[in-house]
């Protein structure tokens, strides 16, 4: 009996077959699947890309969801429809959910403790140690764990999420 090498992956996983892996970031990791730059770039073998994943809870304590945009004074369900259906908001929502995401990548892999990176949403970051603690600043936002790396990056598990 042969077996067929087709059914199996060629080298390394990609961050893209890395973040669905765990169930704690899945709210993001849908997210990134729907922004269509960032899913182009994590499934990219030759761009390397930090990714700083809010975990499930942190988005689900955020005061709007990711692509409702903060000028809508905080309206929700079937006012925000209405609203987005009125003006544009398929694609606001689209800017807002890109903006989102983009805030927790980096064009940088690996990172260096104290270097100050650009997040792809264009807002400087940098993580430190401090209390024992790995923190990404400046908001100070607890990293819980570092994946397991991917060809072409890694993912950072976060217990909050950078402003974006």
Known sequence: M?????????????????????????????????????????????????????????????????????????????????VYKGLGGEDRAGRNLRRFVEAHCLAENPWEEGVKVETLAGRAVWWAWEGGVKKIFPDGIEVEERMNEASNGQVWILKGVINY
Do not use: M, Q
């Open 2 to 82: 042969s077996t067929s090498t087709t059914d199996k992956p060629s080298g390394p996983p990609l961050l893209a077959d890395v973040l669905p892996l765990d169930k704690s970031i899945s709210i993001f990791s849908d997210l990134t699947r729907s922004v269509e730059s960032i899913s182009t770039r994590v499934s990219d073998s030759k761009t390397n890309t930090t990714v700083l994943a809010p975990t499930n809870y942190a988005i689900s304590k955020l005061p709007r969801k990711p692509w409702e945009d903060p000028d809508d004074g905080g309206a929700g369900g079937n006012v925000l429809s209405e």
